[in-house]
């Protein structure tokens, strides 16, 4: 196995714990395309806030440069599994005073020409906690747990 490939399942293995060190990109990779992500739950955007949010993240890497996919030596592709929002305490008149959300996001990097992986595909599952405004729309925790797993799938 290639040092390269063992650093990424170590990082994504730290990643799924909420511990987030170095790089999820194989040795000499510069170049990269991030794909738009899949969606496979009932938030609508989702895909669209985490897939900013990693672009975002990939651009503070000092030896990575986002591309378009034709000058990319990876794209990095995917989709979020499960945005399960979890209600962990409320006022007496059920009103949401404390959430949670868990977003599970599978992600891989492929060859942007073959398809063929450079990598296994792995999932990142950090947990985002928020005390939301009274009567704030879920997309408050979502919005927490997507931009936390978008930094800890980087």
């Given at each position: ?43 609508r955007y989702a895909e669209e806030t985490y897939t900013r949010e ?16 034709e000058d990319a030596e990876a794209l990095v592709r995917g989709r ?41 595909p792995f999932r990142i599952t950090p947990r985002a906690e928020q ?24």
């Amino acid at each position: 196995m290639s040092r390269g490939l063992v650093a990424i399942l170590v990082v994504s293995a730290l990643a799924g714990c909420g511990y987030s060190t170095g790089s999820m990109m194989p040795g000499g990779v510069r170049r990269v395309a991030v794909q738009l992500f899949g969606n496979d739950t009932d938030y609508r955007y989702a895909e669209e806030t985490y897939t900013r949010e990693l672009v975002r993240q990939l651009s503070r890497i000092g030896h990575v440069t986002i591309t378009e996919p034709e000058d990319a030596e990876a794209l990095v592709r995917g989709r979020i599994l499960y945005l399960p929002r979890v209600t962990l305490v409320e006022d007496d008149d059920d009103q949401n005073l404390e959430s949670s959300v868990v977003a599970t996001v599978e992600v891989e990097l492929v060859d942007p020409r073959s398809g063929a992986p450079l990598t296994r595909p792995f999932r990142i599952t950090p947990r985002a906690e928020q005390l939301p405004p009274r009567g704030a729309p879920p997309a408050h925790a979502v919005g927490a747990a997507l931009l936390h797993a978008a930094g800890d799938t980087v």
